[in-house]
């Protein structure tokens, strides 16, 4: 469809790492409907960023730190900027029915718990469960491997506490 | 249950998700990647603009002192009203800069406290422009006459006049703070002035600085979760 090399391989690498985006827009949306929106805000922002990707940086790595940053300002945003964004609706990235499989109770209680924490733990545990290694968490939020670490501690403990006081 | 239990369900959808998520190419070309370029365009074309409008105003501004030099009353109000515009351009300058040097594929700590320090700067400086714009149109009204249409405002209006609208001014401001602390978040309708009376409050401040404050105790060694 594009003749613009550029445009090409930035689509290209955007098609095999494109569950980041759903992951992360679909964590950071107290509202469903905002999904759209705060997606085609991750995936402007990765395209005004592409021209200074550099290749020795995993593009995974760059496109969690761009999603989660776009992701974060977005959750804070008072308002929601409609100027720039397409009405909700048509989705960027849409899901086949058989794909869906939301069905699963315990990924029901993982986006509970996903809800109930702030805009960074919760880009931790994104990150955690997407099975990055600590140095590669480190990496990507600006903080130390050791802390990466204690922090997801942390939360294992405090989910283990909510399970047990839900039970 | 444990988290490492939750994982092996994210994880499995993750490979529903491999088979399942498809990529909306015709949505991405028609209208994302051509807005990201639009809104890019736009954002620098209003800062330069909010430039390029206060260079004249400050160099007319200049002249008028310098027209003035000997007449301390005409030339104070216009140095006062110099040294705000000159501080708005500093501040539109600074923000032209910051803007252009932040890559947003910065580690997400680094990134956000630095956006968090410039929207800091910038509700205080939204502040300070919204108290003090009581105060400045004493001044304006002085300068615009003589600069405009050559009138003394002195001589026009009442000295005591002149004088009670500046303390009218520093009334309205402890009055305007009261108002926007009560009342702006009733102001749901409209986001535009709820923005500003939130502003105007320190609300939206005292928020941006609570979460500077959480960034930092993030980033800090075994800190609390």
């Not at chain 1, 776009?70 to 609706?89: K, L, M, N, Q």
């Not at chain 2, 088979?19 to 070309?29: E, H, K, M, P």
């Not at chain 2, 430039?51 to 007449?71: Q, T």
Request: glycine content about 4%.
């Amino acid at each position: 469809m594009s003749t613009n090399p550029r445009q090409d391989r930035f689509l290209k690498l955007l098609d095999e790492h494109k569950k980041i985006v759903y992951k992360v827009a679909a964590s950071y949306c107290r509202n469903p409907a905002d999904r759209p929106d705060l997606e085609q805000e991750i995936v402007a922002q990765l395209w005004r960023s592409f021209g200074r990707y550099d290749e020795a940086y995993r593009f995974s790595t760059w496109m969690y730190r761009i999603a989660l940053n776009v992701a974060i300002s977005f959750y804070r945003a008072e308002t929601r900027r409609s100027r720039d964004t397409v009405p909700a609706g048509d989705s960027l990235l849409e899901i086949a029915a058989e794909g869906s499989g939301e069905t699963d109770g315990n990924l029901q209680i993982l986006r509970e718990m996903i809800a109930r924490l702030d805009e960074l733990d919760r880009a931790l545990v994104i990150l955690y469960l997407d099975g990055n290694r600590y140095d590669t968490i480190a990496e990507i939020l600006g903080i130390s491997e050791s802390n990466v670490g204690t922090k997801i501690n942390r939360i294992k403990q405090r989910l283990r506490r909510d399970v047990a006081r839900t039970a | 249950m444990d988290l490492d239990d939750l994982k092996q369900s994210w994880q499995q959808q993750d490979r529903k998700l491999d088979a399942g998520l498809r990529l909306n190419t015709v949505r991405l070309y028609v209208t994302t990647l051509k807005k990201a370029e639009t809104s890019l365009r736009r954002l620098s074309w209003f800062l330069w603009l909010d430039l390029l409008v206060d260079i004249p105003i400050v160099i007319w501004l200049g002249s008028f002192i310098a027209d003035h030099i000997a007449e301390p009353r005409f030339a104070l109000p216009a140095l006062l009203l110099d040294v705000f515009v000159i501080a708005l351009m500093g501040l539109g300058i600074r923000q032209l800069v910051a803007l252009g040097a932040t890559d947003p594929a910065e580690p997400v700590v680094a990134l956000q406290k630095r956006t968090e320090s410039l929207r800091i700067e910038r509700l205080r400086a939204v502040k300070l422009i919204l108290l003090a714009s009581p105060l400045i149109w004493v001044p304006m009204l002085i300068v615009g006459l003589k600069g405009f249409l050559g009138a003394d405002a002195y001589a026009i209006f009442d000295h005591a006049w002149l004088a009670a609208n500046v303390l009218l001014g520093l009334a309205v401001i402890p009055l305007a703070v009261w108002i926007s602390r009560r009342y702006a978040d009733r102001m749901q309708r409209s986001p535009l002035v709820q923005r500003v009376m939130r502003d105007l409050a320190g609300t939206n401040l005292n928020a941006a600085q609570d979460f500077l404050a959480s960034l930092s105790r993030f980033e800090e060694e075994g800190a609390a979760v």
